[in-house]
């Protein structure tokens, strides 16, 4: 019983890590760029955001791991209905796919940007000339941008759907 305690608190300590980070950087960033009033604070923001990218890209990759070594996703709720299992496992799909492509498409996008990749001063990888290319930039730009749209959706519903299951449950309770 301790393995599996121990193991859910690691699952649930790996949730929480990459659903804030990737919530600070799904919010910081638009606003950050609205308020930066001149190209060092822009630079710094992008720097900033780029190196919480790259840790949340680390934190993903050690819960993925985590949850193929134990078999443990940390989901813990009962469901109602079938209904609700398959929107629930429709929905984190979709929210797992969002947070590997979000950072892939950020990666593609500074490689063909021209710019190296940071973390924070630590350059990770260098320039590749032979991958600087005007238009893969510019759809890599845009699919980022779509990828963030649909995760504001997608979190929504995830938000909506832990409420419910709080609801029920305080429900049973009072019962």
Known sequence: MTNIN????????????????YLFLAVSMPIALDY?????ERR???DLHQSVATLFT?????RFSWMTITKDSGLRIEFESKLQLIM???????LYFLMITTPLTGF??????????MLFDFELLGVVDSLIDKDWKYYTSEVHYIILDLFYVLIF????GACL?????????VQ
């Open 6 to 21: 121990s193991s859910y608190k690691i699952s649930r300590t790996l949730h929480w890590l990459c659903a804030f980070t």
């Open 58 to 62: 680390v934190l993903l990759i050690l």
């Open 36 to 40: 930066a009033s001149n190209g060092s």
């Open 108 to 117: 593609l996008f500074k490689i063909t940007s021209g710019k190296p990749i």
């Open 88 to 94: 629930a496992r429709i929905n984190h799909t979709f």
């Open 44 to 46: 710094f923001a992008h």
């Open 157 to 160: 519903l995830h938000i909506a």
């Open 165 to 173: 299951h709080f609801a029920n449950r305080f429900k049973k309770q």
